[in-house]
């Protein structure tokens, strides 16, 4: 049921029979797909199977259908046929890509006044910070990961792995190895000293796992990177004289340059003279993360503006070009890699200093998952657009935590928390639908002559891994 | 030949190809000398593109060897060399058949991404460009110099800000070339440069090479089917069948060659029944 080829609107009026045919048509196909399924219920009494008739419940979902397409008729496809191929549609798209465009400056300080303030905006609600802690983690990831796929279009299925490796690094420093070479007194020190190991070690596993690959292209590199991930989330588990296995470490806080956050003498609040609460020990940590994501984002446009990432850039549209002119796509790949990693390394040992324990069930597909979604979601090789994308996923994960308020209207025991892949699901088919290429779909040039002017999505690649 | 004196740029000698049992290329030796402009021409399936991509490095010939002189003495083996590496060091630009443009890239950086290499090593391999180093930035504005400078000469400078995607065809020839000689070739490869154009484009090209050829120390080596570029241009041609070399000259001498006829218009009837007679006298001959 094509809505558009109906022609609804014949200049100025509204093209009833077209619609009423087109509403009978619905109710048609709706009454067919629910009829058999809604209609009857099945109700097991104590001595039979009886069938429960349910035609309210039909005809409301019927009538709600109506409503909305007619709804839909009226106000939203009102385009009259023909449009599409006028330069009417095409200008009025110049207009918003025009305004967009005006707009695109001022988004991304918009997010950042937002995201400095966030802790006074919401007075230091734990449930906020929280989640602005949650969501920021997920952009450094989806920024960090935005480098191996969306610049250099290399699909990385196991980034996660990363993320384990820097987590792992500040655990097993934190807790065996600093205090055994530099005994306890680096302890407060720990998180600082971790923080550039970890982002070190996971871009060395960046590579290493860069080098099998360097010659798989599309779906084997996938696989092969998938693959990856689980190897070293199986080695965790396995590794138990290293690891601790399944059972997980419990790492130290991070302190505050030294201050620990604790009540009493030589805490955080009593250095600065003031009360001590625990809620400072997360505005710290938001501070942490959202400096280390403006770190990720500002490191990773400088890079696309120097010949590195210009390099990843062409390497995703077009390889045999790229050693044509020289560029040697080996070391290319991992860098992208290594850089991509490193991020990822960084976000993983800030992952358990929040935690306060690291075990193997943190870094399971389904987060290498997520973190790519948000990517596809954002646009590929958007910074802003992952943004965006992670609040939607990660703030629609939240959403569906909050949804026990329906749980009276919901068949018993359900527990709503479980309909967040569906959320993810959902999503994405919308997307798939709506907007393919993600939410930001214009490429911005590295560098100009007279004006810089967004590439369409049309010409740019998607890499062919 | 006026050119036996000179050393030669490139010199191919005894290059074979086989993929499995098919031979592409079978014990070619020709020679292209700097400032001059040889074409490979031939039938379609005469190995030309095969010539090229093992001069480029994309493939390995399977025998013979590939030397690229610069004129300061060095010289490069290139059959040993990964493809990069020709085009790094050996400096041996190409272009593609089907143009391999950076299409969603503006037109400026498809020429910046041509002279990654130099940027590379002036961003101090991007530990300096990071911090922003004077010696990058200075480079870079060089860099970007140099692109306007061919994209004036390409006469496109002012789509520089607009993707190489959206260009037409013929423009987009013209900016692989661009992007060619951003890497400085001493060598430069044209894979059908003329194809696909109309009269007044291949004019066009045929003096853009001119040009290119008068105010670089450079060697061009084309593959055409265009005869008017052909011989409008080229300085010396070398003419493939089968694989093999079937004539070597100056457009005039290869014009006339009775080889390059009959490759390609095939053999005249009467030639054939007499070839077809001898062939029979010879079997007939053989048996008795």
Redesign the interface.
Known sequence: MAAQDLSPRKSGGYDWPAIIKDLIVTSIVTLLILVPIVAYKSVITQYSLTLEPRWTLVFTILAVILATRLFMYLFVWTRAPGDALSGKTSSAQRAKAGFTDKLGPWVFPALVAFAFLLPIITGGDRRSIDLGIYILTYVMLGWGLNIVVGLAGLLDLGYVAFYAVGAYAYALLSTVYLPQWFGTGVLPWAFYITLPLAGLLAASWGVILGFPVLRLRGDYLAIVTLAFGEIIRLVLINWFSFTNGPQGINVPKATFFGLPFKAGDGGFADFFGIEHNRIQYYIFLYYVILALALLTYFVTNRLRRLPIGRAWEALREDEIACRSLGINTTNTKLTAFAIGAMFGGFAGSFFAARQGFVSPESFVFIESAIILAIVVLGGLGSQIGIVFAAIAIMGSFELFRELSVFRDYLPAGTDTVHFRMLAVGLAMVLMMRFRPRGFVTRRQPTVFLKERKAVSSDLVKEGHG | MATAEKTPVLSVEHLTMRFGGLTAVSDLTFDAFPREITALIGPNGAGKTTVFNCI?G?YKPTEGSITLHHGDGRSFMLERMD???????AKV??T?QNI???????L??NL??????T??VA?GY?LG??FGSGN?RRAEKAA?ERA?DWLEKVRLIDR???????LPYGDQRRLEIA??MC?SPRLLCLDEPAAGLNPRESEELNKLLRAIRSENDISILLIEHDMSVVMGISDHVVVLDYGQKISDGDPAHVKSDPAVIRAYLGVDDEDEDALAAEAIAEAVGEKS
């Open positions: 480029t994309f493809d990069f590496r020709i085009a790094q060091h630009a190409r593609f391999r443009l950076f299409s969603g890239m503006t400026l950086e910046m991404v041509a002279q990654h290499n940027l590379m961003s991007t460009g990071v990058f970007i306007k520089a800000d607009d993707p190489a995607g959206d992007r060619a890497t």
